[in-house]
T-cell receptor
Framework: AQSVTQLGSHVSVSEGALVLLRCNYSSSVPPYLFWYVQYPNQGLQLLLKYTTGATLVKGINGFEAEFKKSETSFHLTKPSAHMSDAAEYFCAVSPGGYNKLIFGAGTRLAVHP | GAVVSQHPSWVICKSGTSVKIECRSLDFQATTMFWYRQFPKQSLMLMATSNEGSKATYEQGVEKDKFLINHASLTLSTLTVTSAHPEDSSFYIC?????????????FGPGTRLTVL
């Protein structure tokens, strides 16, 4: 069965500090991996995705993530947090890239001055 | 490009009534749309996959007679919550799939908050 585990339901960082949101997945077939951001009462916006090829992927707003097959991880990072980064972040896996997206429980990122 | 809209953005209804939520792909044709529900402070749970011109595929545990899905055109899918009850109150989000077969690029709508009194 496919699943996604996001370690830490809440992460708090100072403005300008490194952001690290952790995601581990389980998939019986090569996964497609995604990070989405959700602002209050809004839908999801795609931050970045890994399908095939380069394992370090860059997304919008300065975020990037690295696919590590040996660790079954796809952690999201940003070198310097901004106040506007405060939101809910979801990691998702699509086994083999077909149809279904399976979401993790989400991590709420708080950024304080 | 790849904009998905939902209408209404919020709705309040009385228990026992039915509510219809529309999901539209504004600038592309979506052969597949997905419906999710999200309870407060929780993740998105896939309810059903909607393919244009065919019956929706529901996830285990989702009542198909309660959550009616119609995908009548390549740009419109509707979710009707029939005989709504307070426990159906939730945030409903649709997404539309774009891209060739085998590649999963979903674009999400802004969501519809349903409150059943």
């Amino acid at each position: 069965a496919q699943s996604v585990t996001q370690l830490g339901s809440h992460v708090s960082v100072s403005e300008g500090a490194l952001v690290l949101l952790r995601c581990n997945y389980s998939s019986s077939v090569p996964p497609y991996l995604f990070w989405y951001v959700q602002y209050p009462n809004q839908g999801l916006q795609l931050l970045l995705k890994y399908t095939t090829g380069a394992t370090l992927v860059k997304g919008i707003n300065g975020f990037e993530a690295e696919f590590k097959k040996s660790e079954t991880s796809f952690h999201l990072t940003k070198p310097s947090a901004h106040m506007s980064d405060a939101a809910e972040y979801f990691c998702a896996v699509s086994p083999g890239g077909y149809n279904k997206l399976i979401f993790g429980a989400g991590t709420r990122l708080a950024v304080h001055p | 490009g790849a904009v998905v809209s939902q209408h209404p953005s919020w709705v309040i209804c009385k228990s026992g009534t039915s509510v219809k939520i529309e999901c539209r792909s504004l600038d592309f044709q979506a052969t597949t749309m997905f419906w999710y529900r999200q309870f407060p402070k929780q993740s998105l749970m896939l309810m059903a996959t909607s393919n244009e011109g065919s019956k929706a595929t529901y996830e285990q545990g989702v009542e198909k007679d309660k959550f009616l899905i119609n995908h009548a055109s390549l740009t419109l899918s509707t979710l009707t919550v029939t005989s709504a009850h307070p426990e159906d109150s939730s945030f409903y989000i649709c997404s539309a799939r774009i891209g060739p077969l085998g590649y999963n690029e979903q674009f999400f709508g802004p969501g519809t908050r349903l409150t059943v009194l």
